[in-house]
């Protein structure tokens, strides 16, 4: 058998999910010019399942993809420790604002538009590559520390279901657009929810949505309105009466009781 030379053997290696065969083949070809390492899939899911089965050094994600798309493989990636600290580069056809901040706020740490220029994806590619070497040479355990394994895939989706919500709380959301947004159904979610959560989807979007409130009472001078807003309610009379079955008081109480002890000696 051939030995690896001292090269081959530290190159990084790149993970791009697309499910576009010309341009999966381009990327993986000028990649591979570049001397980097690099695997591919076809799909969200079974880019999950190859970053979990030999974690890449980076991934190039396509956001829209049948299936698990490139968000919601972005979120399993980031609720699972053995993956959550792999850079993640967006793949995207579409220059819309709301997608590249949606992404970034999930994880991703840059965009790359369709069509490819091959200097901009060498140059963004290489800078997040040496990002990610700094930031585990300056975060490095002991030698002797076990690197971290794959959770159980119930508890991933748990995990990716939390942040989902606490991301979301102004939206309008549903258990059907969760478990889709995640790459599973409805009572898979429920079940796993339960399981890890101790409650069900909505008692936690729920409390989530009311301990939101809590602090825009405490710390901001929103009105009552603006807060029902941003808490995902229809009105400030619903968003009222669901805290204060939560709280024992309403709003205006909490929030007059909070300046109340912030003005004590």
């Known amino acids: 058998m051939l030995a690896l030379t ?22 993986t070809d000028l990649l591979r010019r570049q001397l980097y390492h690099v695997r591919s899939a076809s799909d969200g899911m079974a880019g999950y399942q190859a970053a979990l089965a030999s974690p890449p050094d980076l991934i190039l994600l396509d956001v829209r993809m049948p299936g698990l798309d490139g968000f919601a493989a972005c979120r399993l990636l ?8 792999i850079p993640i580069i967006f793949l995207s056809s579409l220059d819309e604002p709301d997608e590249r901040v ?11 538009a369709k069509p490819y220029h091959p200097a901009e994806v060498f140059a963004r590619v290489r800078i997040h590559l040496e990002l990610a070497g ?26 990716a279901a939390m942040r989902l919500i606490d991301d979301n709380l102004s939206a309008a959301l549903t ?8 790459g599973t159904h ?31 009472l405490a710390d901001t001078d929103m009105s009552v309105q603006q ?29 007059q009781a909070i300046r109340q002890q912030a003005v004590r000696p």
């Open 186 to 216: 409805e009572k898979r979610l429920s079940q796993v929810f339960r399981r890890y959560v101790g409650m069900t989807v909505f008692g936690y979007l729920g409390a989530a949505r009311i301990r939101l409130g809590r602090h825009l």
């Open 78 to 85: 980031k609720a699972n420790p053995a993956t959550r600290a």
């Open 102 to 112: 949606a992404g970034l706020a999930m994880g991703g740490v840059d965009f790359v």
């Open 227 to 255: 807060i029902a807003e941003q808490t995902g309610f229809r009105s400030a009379a619903n968003f009222a009466t669901a805290f204060r079955e939560h709280v024992e008081v309403t709003p205006t109480a909490y929030r």
């Open 6 to 27: 001292t090269t081959e053997q530290v190159r990084p290696g790149i993970l791009i999910v697309d499910d576009e065969r010309e341009e999966l083949r381009f990327l």
């Open 134 to 159: 700094l930031r585990r040479a300056a975060a490095a355990a002991p030698a002797t520390a076990a690197a971290p394994s794959p959770h159980d895939p119930d508890e991933v989706v748990a995990a």
């Open 175 to 182: 258990l059907a657009g969760i478990a889709r947004s995640l």
